[in-house]
């Protein structure tokens, strides 16, 4: 059974910057795509980020390009999210998801696994 984790959200200002840490255990991440989704309040679960399950094929939205980076450590089977330059826009609850099949996908229903997600708050 696979299950992730995520944690480093919290409550910052405009400007600054966090990362989000998925611990996956269960199964190998770099045996799937690993997304990060997020939901702002009143909105739909939107994609932000992925890597591919080679480590190196990333995809970003329009919305955190050149702002966040995703990356994986395979010895320590996690994903990151660096998210700089943070915007009140940014606040969401952020979740990562794995997706076992196929391509890299930024399709929600494609992903498998889910996080339970974590809040960050960016106050301007």
């Known amino acids: 059974q696979v299950q992730l984790v995520e944690t480093g959200g919290g409550l910052v200002q405009a400007g600054d910057s966090l990362r989000l840490s998925c611990a996956a255990s269960g199964r190998s991440l770099n045996t799937l795509t690993m997304g990060w989704f997020r939901q702002a309040p009143g909105k739909e679960r939107e994609f932000v980020a992925l890597i591919g399950r080679d480590g190196t094929t990333t995809v970003y939205a329009d919305s955190v390009k050149g702002r966040f980076t995703v990356s994986r450590d395979d010895a320590k089977n996690i994903v990151y999210l660096q998210m700089n330059s943070l915007k009140p826009e940014d606040t969401a609850v952020y979740y990562c998801?794995?997706?076992?099949?196929?391509?890299?996908?930024?399709?929600?229903?494609?992903?498998?696994?889910w996080g339970q997600g974590t809040q960050v708050t960016v106050s301007s």
């Open positions: 998801a794995g997706a076992q099949w196929g391509p890299p996908t930024i399709l929600q229903n494609d992903y498998k696994y």
